[in-house]
């Protein structure tokens, strides 16, 4: 129609995409895959992890001579020259040569390991294979045992020492920030002397970045209280070489989907599937002690009557449970997310846009305790969801003077005070008067029960 009666205008709101971080762990291989240097892959099931393991490499020629074996292989290794790294030797007679050794790197094709004994002359010449592919296998072995809803990746650094594998993952994360948000890390980075300083680099309460460190009696104390990011576990003294038990619970922490239906539950006590108890008889002053330091490991539900695997305390190395971080980055991701696209669409709304002032405020603050009251129906804070608007000032006296109400509490100061104390930030758009206190949600771990026996009958 040329000259119609009614002229119709539509807006759109969008409404967020939930964030995905929380959901993205990582296995960390050094040489264990086919893939290149920090190339990583998505893992749906096992079969994905084994089409990228690293082949065995043929070996050529193997000789004996003063306790140690020099070796030379068909093609080149790949290996590092000069590096000392575990391999696996195999298929060889006679066998006294095959085994896991830390082998030293002299060329592009030899190698050398030590061996005390001479087994003799090599009739049959075998293969040799980076020792991270069987770790790597034991990952996803005990990962996807515990179900196949979760997926995870792979991130090749490339094979080396350990403290090369650190620099590696250190200049990944720098490239690549908020990739991930958990790393499973081979086992011997728990002794590397420099891990603890790419840890200091993620421990701020606003960073994001987790590890996963399986430590011994031996390494759990280059560990401290201040590396909230870590996540020790001790594993029991005998598994079998298939198991890698952390990643067990590296499966349970990737596993949370949040909502009002599907609850974030305690990760201290969960359920694990083919891990291997550490033994308690005769290990109560350890465990003791281990608990003491923050590390987990894996029990039996014996004192419940439940013969299921369980991991215990499920803390970080700051003493608080993981839940408690992970319900802080899920506040802060969410906060982010959803008060931008509420901005962004007020901008985009010419019935009601979003213009700073008083309104806007109001508006600003709905849509916090929106989040908020997610958060509370997660299972992620402890609720009920109260709003406040006080001068800063005297929303502090609020929360420290003993009359604030338990729960979720969110503070928007108002437009006319704000803009008096702060007058400089109206004129490019910055207002800081919104805030969150809360609790977030925990489990019990210790209960106190207290009985009373009499031998008398009162009347």
């Known amino acids: 129609m040329a000259n119609p009666i009614v002229q119709v205008n539509v807006t759109q709101t969008i409404a967020p995409a939930p964030s995905t971080l929380q959901k993205t762990g990582v296995f960390i291989s050094q040489g264990g895959t086919s893939l290149a240097k920090n190339a990583s892959k998505l893992l749906t099931q096992m079969s994905d992890l084994t089409s990228v393991l690293a082949g065995a490499i043929?070996?050529?020629?193997?000789?004996?001579?003063?306790?140690?074996?020099?070796?030379?292989?068909?093609t080149p290794h790949g290996f590092p020259n000069g590096d000392t790294i575990g391999v696996v030797i195999a298929g060889v007679t006679p066998a006294g040569y095959n085994g896991s050794f830390n082998a030293t790197i002299t060329g592009?094709?030899?190698?050398?390991y030590p061996l005390v004994s001479n087994p003799g002359s090599v009739t049959v010449q075998g293969?040799?294979?980076d020792s991270d592919v069987a770790e790597l296998t034991a990952m996803g072995t005990t990962f996807f045992a515990q179900g196949s809803n979760v997926n995870v990746y792979v991130l090749e650094l490339g094979p080396g020492t350990p403290a090369e594998g650190v620099t590696a993952l250190t200049a990944y994360m720098i490239a690549n920030p908020l990739q991930f948000y958990s790393y499973l890390v081979p086992r011997e980075w728990g002794s590397e002397p420099t891990f603890p300083a790419l840890i200091a680099s993620y421990e701020a309460t606003t960073a994001k970045q987790y590890f996963f460190v399986t430590v011994t009696q031996a390494n759990y104390t280059n560990f401290t209280a201040l590396m909230k990011n870590v996540f020790m576990l001790i594993e029991a003294p005998t598994i079998p070489a298939t198991e890698f038990t952390l990643a067990s619970t590296f499966y349970k922490t990737l596993s949370y989907s949040p909502s009002s239906t599907?609850?974030?539950?305690?990760?201290?006590?969960?359920?694990m599937v083919g891990v291997t108890p550490y033994p308690t008889l005769g290990n109560s002053s350890l465990l003791t002690t281990l608990k003491a330091a923050n590390v987990n490991y894996i029990a039996t539900g014996a004192e419940g009557g439940i013969s299921n695997t369980m991991l215990v305390w499920g803390t970080m190395c700051d003493g608080n449970p993981f839940n408690y971080w992970y319900s802080v980055d899920w506040m802060q991701i969410n906060v982010d997310l959803n008060i931008a696209n509420e901005i962004i669409n007020g901008s985009n709304n010419s019935l009601a846009p979003l213009y700073y002032d008083q309104?806007?405020?109001?508006?600003?603050q709905i849509r916090s305790q929106s989040i908020?009251?997610?958060?509370?129906?997660n299972g992620l804070a402890l609720g009920p969801v109260n709003a406040v608007a006080m001068a800063s000032a005297d929303f502090i006296a609020y929360l420290t003077g003993g009359t604030a109400p338990i729960g979720v509490i969110v503070n928007a100061v108002p437009f006319a005070s704000y803009t008096k104390l702060n007058p400089s930030d109206y004129s490019i758009g910055k207002y800081g008067g919104l805030s969150i206190a809360y609790t977030p949600a925990r489990g019990f771990t210790t209960i106190v029960f207290n009985i009373n026996v009499s031998q008398f009958v009162q009347v």
Do not use: E, H
């Open 58 to 74: 043929t070996i050529s020629t193997m000789t004996w001579a003063s306790s140690v074996v020099t070796v030379t292989t068909a």
């Open 108 to 112: 592009a094709s030899t190698f050398t």
């Open 127 to 129: 293969t040799v294979t």
């Open 262 to 271: 599907n609850k974030v539950g305690p990760l201290c006590f969960s359920y």
């Open 359 to 364: 309104n806007g405020i109001d508006r600003l």
């Open 372 to 377: 908020a009251g997610q958060g509370v129906a």
